[in-house]
């Protein structure tokens, strides 16, 4: 299996403009979540998606944040409008029910200027 | 809400030198634990992990956990740790507390490194 594939891996990007990452969960797996990695805030939880339902987003810092999973194989987490605050490490992670281990990609590095 | 404790953030080691790295979780009933491991520039990856049976349980690259259900800790030890152990260190729970599903409550992560 590849892994949790995400894109773009690096991301820079305009205050003010919209910006959509990308992620491919391993297949087969049921929960998909997407987290934040900052220096000042380390790592932190957005949002989560069982089956493709958002079932817990009380981590998205703000309404600019938004996240979609339309189907088992895909997920979108899209920022607009960006802000410099907005920079940080975002990583994917997916995981099978019953399992509880979570298995992250790559990452994608956002730097808003 | 489930909480986890990481008590050392940094660490610095000479090579060979052993390592233990504290994690305490706040709930006492049957949990899952972890510990992940990002290296420099990478992503997290999993060191090793306890559902249940044995309490001392062993990971890759010679890294070992023990769970002590009495203490609320899940501690990783490394009997003599090498140059390319530096990285950041991740402890993570799962248990009644956690919110459910899958979903895993992270320690604010302990950064080791180890010198020549």
Redesign the interface.
């Known amino acids: 299996d590849a892994g949790v594939i995400q894109s773009p891996r690096h991301e820079v990007t305009e205050m003010g403009q919209e910006v959509t990452l990308r992620c491919k969960p391993i297949s087969g797996h049921?929960?998909l979540?997407w987290y934040r990695q900052t220096m000042m805030r380390?790592?932190e939880?957005l949002i989560?998606f069982?089956n493709n339902v958002p079932?817990?987003d009380s981590g998205m810092p703000e309404d600019r944040f938004s996240a979609k999973m339309p189907n088992a194989s895909f997920s979108t987490l899209k920022i607009q409008p960006s802000e410099p605050r907005d920079s940080a490490v975002y990583?994917c992670?997916s995981?099978?029910?019953g399992?509880?281990?979570?298995?992250?990609?790559?990452?994608t590095r956002l730097t808003v200027t | 809400a489930q909480s986890v404790s990481q008590h050392n953030h940094h660490v610095i080691l000479s090579e060979a030198a052993s390592l233990e790295l504290g994690c305490n979780y706040s709930y006492g009933g049957t949990v899952n634990l972890f510990w992940y491991v990002q290296y420099p520039g990478q992503h997290l990856q999993l060191l090793l992990k306890y559902f249940s049976g044995d309490p001392l349980v062993k990971g890759i690259k010679g890294f070992e956990a023990e769970f002590i259900k009495s203490k609320f800790s899940f501690n990783l030890r490394k009997p003599s740790v090498q140059w390319s152990d530096t990285a950041e260190y991740f402890c993570a729970v799962n248990g009644p507390l956690t919110g459910g599903g899958n979903k895993l409550t992270f320690g604010t992560g302990t950064q080791l490194k180890v010198e020549l």
């Open positions: 049921d929960y979540f380390g790592l939880l989560y069982n079932i817990d990583f992670a995981s099978l029910v399992s509880d281990e979570q298995y992250f990609g790559p990452g």
